[in-house]
């Protein structure tokens, strides 16, 4: 059983930051993309920012340059700067993990549940 955990979420002020995580824990071998998505009220779920094993990164066209994703392979973690946020960055932010939890290459599509953001003053 693979879980993934989010934290960091919550109400910060326009033009403020944030850092939110993902831990990844249970049967992992290998740790494929993470990434993190988010879905702001009312409407669809969108690709904030990826990042692959070897470290490639692919962001969102909204979040470039404000936003930096990293990752830290050996605690199966990911990681979101979120800097000079703005209102449209409210959303409930959730992170997606491809893992791999047996040495055949057994691999599944993990997501954690959300944090909530929320940019107001």
């Known amino acids: 059983q693979v879980q993934l955990v989010e934290s960091g979420g919550g109400l910060v002020q326009p033009g403020g930051s944030l850092r939110l995580s993902c831990a990844a824990s249970?049967?992992?071998?290998?740790?494929?993309?993470m990434a993190w998505y988010r879905q702001p009220p009312g409407k669809e779920r969108e690709l904030v920012a990826s990042?692959?094993?070897?470290?490639?990164?692919l962001y969102g066209d909204s979040v470039k340059e404000r936003f930096t994703i990293s990752r830290d392979n050996a605690k199966n973690t990911e990681y979101l700067q979120m800097n000079s946020l703005k209102s449209e960055d409210t959303a409930v932010y959730y992170c997606?993990?491809?893992?791999?939890?047996?040495?055949?290459?057994?691999?599944?599509?993990?997501w954690g549940k959300g944090t909530l953001v929320t940019v107001s003053s």
């Open positions: 997606y993990a491809e893992i791999v939890i047996d040495s055949w290459g057994a691999a599944g599509h993990y």
């Open positions: 990042i692959t094993s070897e470290g490639s990164i």
């Open positions: 249970g049967s992992i071998f290998r740790t494929n993309r």
